[in-house]
């Protein structure tokens, strides 16, 4: 099984920017599609954005225009750049294999003033 680990979660205050980063211990990482899915308190995991392994993405409605899912395959690493960032996007923030068992163990991202 892949290993995921996610980094660059923190607090940050509405109107700014956090790059996420999951790093994968395999390098079967590019052949897959990988997935940032978030869960706030209370609320059932979402998937935010999505790309596949050639680099083809989609987004959640309430994400476009403000993240950008990317992926680095020479560092079996895939990001989310967020930006102009909400209260709502509070939440823990995974990645995932799509298709697959292996998801990271989460950061957390907070949205306040």
């Known amino acids: 099984q892949v290993q995921l680990v996610e980094s660059g979660g923190g607090l940050v205050q509405p109107g700014g920017s956090l790059r996420l980063s999951c790093v994968a211990s395999?390098?079967?990482?590019?052949?897959?599609?990988m997935g940032w899915y978030r869960q706030a308190p209370g609320k059932q995991r979402e998937l935010v954005a999505g790309i596949t392994s050639h680099g083809n993405t989609n987004y959640r409605d309430s994400v476009k225009g403000r993240f950008t899912i990317s992926r680095d395959n020479a560092k079996n690493t895939v990001y989310l750049q967020m930006n102009s960032l909400e209260p709502e996007d509070t939440a823990v923030y995974y990645c995932?294999?799509?298709?697959?068992?292996?998801w990271g163990q989460g950061t957390q991202v907070t949205v306040s003033s």
């Open positions: 395999r390098s079967i990482f590019s052949r897959y599609a």
């Open positions: 995932n294999m799509i298709g697959t068992s292996s």
